[in-house]
């Protein structure tokens, strides 16, 4: 039995024979030049039939999974116009003696180098992308058939990584599920496994063989752990894991429409997080309450170029609408830190995780804050929208930030735009500074929402993307469980709601703590609502047993 660590992509358990996946290769370097204008013809017409089949996958993406997450192939088309990839090609081709199949591998490996290079995890995982559209040029090139993988029945697929078009492919009626040595969490990949509800596992670095083709294989999604021709020990435990998973899924269905409240009454709001309005389906399909974090800046990170204010418009008053008079806390760009967007053009810093970002670069770029800000407002009237401002350390950071909506409110009022003019006005608690000062900062919003993940980082000197850390690293330190703690005091003191958006808020061993300290709301990923949602309903605050 060999056994295979990765990332999950998909909690479940699959079981079955194990299938290869073999791409056709365009043998691109092999390939002579046939010389200048020739080869740049060849590339010309192999990318506009490799447009023409992205708008097919379109298409039928749309039918299968609907447009948010078929835009992964609009996005695809727009790679294959972007002029920084087109004039590379051309220039390899024109340097002479290279074919265009050639060139189209250079500079796909170019590009992916230079995703792969990004701190930001997103643009790290577009990579992918950006070797998936080369892939179908060259296979354009070559007069290559994309291999049929809806004829694979039955079986785990073992790859070197799926692209997003080979894994729409895939019939989930048949498909067991598949795991890759390649690939991340963040991929359009693994972002349509998700949806697709495909069990998976990606990032093994484990190549697969063809001596193991038809073994039998176990992927466990919900630990991101692969075995490799197990043992019947491992099996016969594995069969029991996925009888006892089915089974406790079939327990959370029953929890659906139930309120989140403990035995003794204590109710509090059970809100989902999400990145755009392709999550929407996961948030009516998981039941949350609400939405408790919107992360805007995914609008700026999936552009090329600063989103106008009728873009944010469009996705903000869609999230509000879809919410149907639920709570929807959109939270102002975030960008900076680990999220880089070259359009920004922020400087380099040694330290960006305490540089210029969220609020800062909002209040240093009035003009593009006010776009934004313009967009929340107008989509405040089509739903029960809150704005919320991260990474205030100061009351001067809120005042001047509620100073700018409210010219933003005066000046809509003006033109005779609507908008809620009692909308929620609320920040995120992630610093030392904000939690130690949050009886002051409490008399100015309406609400506090803690960020437990950069609230741990600045309170251990821990930065959350270094894992070589790993080992120092503890999210229940009980410097953060005091600082959360004082943050809902002073909160409640001064008549405002607090809640937890933070990694933290889905922790179950934490739950019965946060319920006791007084939080209002917790704030999740969609998948984790209903498994709190029968944390929550578990307790009994009465028992002071703790």
């Not at 989140?260 to 709001?269: E, H, L, P, S």
């Not at 958006?501 to 319920?515: H, Y």
Request: aromatic residues 6%.
């Amino acid at each position: 039995m060999l056994v295979i660590r990765g990332k999950s992509v998909f909690a479940g358990i699959a079981i079955g024979p194990l299938a290869l996946f073999h791409r056709q290769s365009a043998s691109a370097a092999q390939r002579p030049a046939a010389g200048i204008e020739a080869e740049l013809q060849r590339f010309r017409q192999a990318r506009q039939t490799a447009v023409a089949q992205l708008q097919a996958l379109y298409e039928r993406a749309v039918e299968k999974v609907g447009e948010d997450e078929a835009a992964v192939f609009e996005v695809h088309q727009m790679m294959l116009a972007d002029d920084d990839y087109l004039e590379t090609v051309e220039t390899l081709i024109g340097s002479g003696n290279m074919s265009a199949e050639a060139a189209v591998e250079r500079t796909a490996q170019q590009f992916a180098q230079m995703f792969r290079a990004m701190d930001d995890t997103y643009m790290q995982a577009r990579a992918a992308d950006v070797i998936d559209i080369s892939r179908r040029v060259e296979a354009a090139l070559c007069g290559c058939q994309d291999t049929d993988l809806s004829a694979y029945d039955g079986v785990i697929i073992g790859a070197d990584d799926l692209g997003p078009s080979e894994t729409l492919q895939l019939d989930t009626d048949k498909i067991l599920g598949f795991v890759t040595s390649g690939g991340s969490t963040n991929s359009h990949t693994a972002i349509l496994a998700r949806t697709l509800g495909i069990a998976a596992v990606v990032g093994t670095d484990t190549p697969f063989h063809d001596d193991v083709e038809g073994l039998t294989v176990i992927i466990d999604g919900y630990t991101g752990t692969v075995y490799l021709d197990p043992d019947p020990e491992t099996l016969a435990a594995m069969e029991r894991k996925a009888e006892t998973a089915a089974a406790h899924q079939a327990a959370l269905e029953r929890l659906r429409g139930l309120p989140t409240q403990t035995k003794d009454g204590k109710r509090i709001d059970l809100y989902a997080n999400i990145g755009n309005t392709g999550d929407l389906a996961q948030v009516a399909e998981h039941d949350a309450e609400g939405i408790g974090l919107f992360r805007s800046e995914f609008l700026y990170l999936e552009n090329t170029t600063y989103p106008t204010e009728e873009q944010q418009f469009a996705a903000y008053k869609k999230t509000a609408q879809a919410l149907g008079g639920k709570r929807v806390v959109i939270r102002t760009l975030d960008i900076g830190a680990d999220k880089k967007v070259d359009y920004f053009n922020l400087e380099t810093e040694e330290n960006p995780a305490m540089g210029m970002r969220a609020i800062r670069i909002c209040l240093s770029r009035p003009a593009l804050f006010r776009i934004q800000l313009r967009a929340l407002c107008r989509a405040s009237a089509f739903g029960k929208v809150a704005v919320m401002f991260p990474m205030i350390i100061s009351l001067d950071e809120i005042r001047r930030s509620k100073a700018m909506l409210r010219d933003v409110q005066e000046e809509l009022t003006a033109q005779g735009i609507a908008y809620d003019k009692e909308m929620e006005v609320g920040i995120m608690i992630e610093t030392p500074a904000a939690a130690i000062i949050s009886d002051e900062l409490a008399k100015e919003v309406d609400f506090f929402s803690i960020g437990s993940n950069d609230l741990t980082q600045y309170t251990l000197a821990i930065d959350r993307q270094q894992t070589r850390l790993d080992d120092f690293f503890d999210a229940h330190h009980p410097a953060i469980l005091r600082l959360i703690e004082m943050t809902v005091r002073n909160g409640h003191a001064a008549g405002i709601w607090v809640g937890i958006c933070g990694e933290l808020g889905a922790d179950l061993s934490l739950t019965e703590t946060f319920l006791r300290m007084g939080i209002d709301e917790l704030s999740v990923s969609p998948a984790a609502i209903l498994p709190v949602r029968e944390k929550v309903r578990s307790l009994d605050l009465r028992d002071v047993d703790v």
